[in-house]
């Protein structure tokens, strides 16, 4: 298993009226992530937010190339980014006990905070396909170049882990700071992961270690 | 932390907690158990709310110290409110994770609960302690309210009356800016205690009620002063405590009254052996007593004999005055704690009042047979209350229950 520390690349926020980031996606332009009761667009290079939905955002969000994914309460919304109408909700599969949500492969993969767990589920029925078991709370779920990563957060410790999605074993940790939490995770499909902070209502972007053609 | 919670934690903090209950309701995880104790304090069913935050703090993992001491903190502050004096425990051990983790605003939270404990229980210079070492100014508002208003209760325990009406004018300043109705109306009560009677002033053969302020006045006057609520005899920067010693207070205390007259020796004999006949062993008995007054008092009275007893005669020119309270009887000391209008178990009162927990429930039991005090609940949540007085609120400053994620 390979170990490393963060390496922070930027720290965007805190933002006006912003108590916590809830969780985060991209769009290959911006930035959303959820605060309470509004979804907003950040854009990473000026580190303005442009846009903001009002609709309730609890925990995770994913974005599937058309349409904004976002839990609220106890289901998932999907949300029409450009009239900002939630178009149809599904039951999130933790029953409110839901946190982080990530787009891949035509699933979405949802995960469940205290049980350690990350669903991958129907996105238009909410039906559970099947369930990976992770021994940390999940508070956030990205995948990339068929890597699935999750983020940890357990009081004072938080961490970026990649984790094999058949077994659920452990393939590769990022610890963060100590004190920066992990809530809500996102990467950009190249070399950056997006991370909120939970109640810091701040934003990083974290460099994705890079690895060799052996795939070490 | 997951959508629910963090739902639930939004409409804690906008105000409705039926709204925070209905979305974790049924949940028994440790997030979920804090959140609902924060709820239910905050509707008033503090039992409940002390269970579930007790429950909450147990189920908390090992790694989760700061939510732990969030929870700790809440059962702390409503353990104070509840006037639960001595189940509080644990909060130095909060108050210090708090700290190390930078939540200032729930370490100063903590620092003001224990400083309001400390007062409640007499502890002043502690509690003033605790406060001086909490800077006020970079405090959310509400906080600032709370720090100023336990300032105003050192400072009125302590006859600093000026200070007292600064204090509150600052508490009521951060109150209103705060916007909670319940911290302003414990301003409003706690200025109310400087417009009220606090003590009956007994000079020259004459009464009358005197406001806190011409307490402090009367004690920076110079006079010789027999003060009957604390048993000790003060004057001239000089305190003689007499407290263990309720012979020589009570012949004080008679000598005092009667200045600038004498007292028969019989109407001595009759208050400080409680009413016998003056017979000569007793009058043997004064004499040596009146003695022991004399060395105790050398500082600031002659006691001289004269025909027909004894007479006082202060050194200096200053009046003499015995300073009693408001109103006197056996419990007096129990009505005055009583009189914040909170609701006290015997236990609080006792560590306030110093006094055995018998001679405490003895005393309530006393009272409550006329009336005077009223029980609420049974066993071991059974506290006292004078008939409730409206508008004496105690504002819940709850700390907020998620650090993290």
């Keep these: 298993m390979r170990r490393s520390s963060a390496d922070i690349i930027r720290e965007y926020g805190p933002f006006p009226e912003v108590e916590r980031v809830a969780g985060v996606t991209y769009d290959g332009r911006h930035v959303w992530f959820a605060s309470g009761d509004r979804l907003n667009a950040l854009d990473p290079d000026s580190g303005e937010t442009v846009r903001a939905i009002a609709v309730p955002a609890h925990a995770g969000t994913a974005f599937d190339g058309e349409h904004l994914f976002q839990i609220a309460e106890d289901r998932i919304q999907r949300i029409d980014p ?79 882990r990649r984790i094999d999605p058949r077994t659920g074993a452990v393939l590769e940790t990022i610890d ?16 950056r992961f997006f991370c909120g902070s939970g109640t810091s209502g701040k934003l990083r972007a974290v460099r994705r270690p890079r690895r060799d053609a052996a795939g070490r | 932390m997951d959508s629910l919670i963090t739902a639930a934690a939004q409409a804690l903090a906008a105000g409705d907690p039926f709204g925070a209950l209905n979305r974790v309701a049924l949940r028994e995880d440790a997030p979920a158990l804090a959140l609902r104790g924060i709820a239910m304090a905050q509707l008033g069913d503090l039992a409940r709310a002390k269970a579930l935050l007790r429950r909450a703090a147990r189920a908390f993992g090992p790694k989760e110290a700061v939510a732990r001491a969030r929870c700790i903190l809440a059962e702390a502050e409503i353990a104070l409110v509840s006037r639960d004096l001595g189940a509080i425990s644990g909060l130095d051990a909060a108050r210090a994770i708090l700290d190390r983790h930078g939540d200032r605003a729930n370490a100063a939270h903590a620092c003001y609960v224990e400083a309001r404990r400390l007062l409640l229980v007499g502890r002043l210079d502690e509690a003033e302690r605790m406060l001086a070492a909490l800077p006020p100014s970079p405090l959310p508002i509400a906080m600032r309210a709370a720090h100023a208003l336990v300032a105003a209760g050192i400072a009125i325990r302590r006859l600093c009356i000026g200070p007292a009406r600064a204090a509150l004018a600052r508490a009521d300043t951060a109150a209103r800016q705060a916007g909670i109705p319940a911290l302003l109306a414990e301003v409003e009560s706690a200025s109310l205690v400087l417009d009220t009677p606090a003590a009956r002033l007994v000079a020259r053969g ?200």
């Design chain 1, 82 to 160: 450009q009239s900002g109408r939630v178009v149809a909700t599904i039951p999130a599969p933790g029953g409110g006990g839901d946190s982080g949500l990530a787009w891949a492969e035509g699933s979405l993969w949802v995960g469940q905070y205290r049980d350690r767990k990350i669903h991958q589920i129907d996105p238009r029925t909410g039906a559970i396909l099947r369930t990976i078991e992770s021994n940390r709370y999940v508070t956030g779920v990205t995948w990339v170049d068929g890597e699935l990563w999750h983020g940890m957060w357990d009081g004072e410790e938080s961490e970026l």
């Design chain 1, 176 to 191: 963060m700071p100590p004190g920066a939490g992990v809530s809500g995770l996102e990467s950009d499909g190249a070399d």
């Design chain 2, 206 to 405: 004459a009464e009358r009620l005197l406001r806190l302020d011409e307490v402090e006045a009367l004690m920076a006057s110079g006079a010789l002063v027999v003060d009957a609520s604390r048993h000790l005899v003060r004057g001239a920067g000089t305190v003689v405590p007499l407290d263990t010693r309720p012979v020589l207070f009570a012949l004080a205390r008679a000598l005092a009254e009667a200045w600038p007259g004498d007292v028969p020796r019989a109407a001595l004999v009759a208050r400080a052996f409680r009413g016998k006949e003056a017979d000569e062993s007793h009058r043997a008995r004064l004499r040596v007593e009146i003695g022991r007054l004399r060395v105790e008092l050398r500082a600031l009275a002659e006691i001289r004999a004269t025909k027909r007893g004894f007479v006082l005669a202060p050194h200096s020119t200053g009046e003499v005055a015995v300073l009693a309270r408001p109103v006197e009887g056996e419990h007096a000391a129990v009505l005055a704690f009583l009189s914040d209008g909170e609701a006290w178990s015997s236990s609080a009162l006792a560590l306030a009042l110093g006094a055995s927990q018998r001679s405490v429930q003895r005393a309530l039991d006393e009272l409550a047979a006329s009336g005077t005090v009223q029980p609420v609940g049974h066993g071991r949540a059974r506290r006292w209350m004078t008939p409730p007085v409206p508008g004496f609120p105690t504002a819940l400053l709850l700390p907020a229950p998620m650090p993290s994620g």
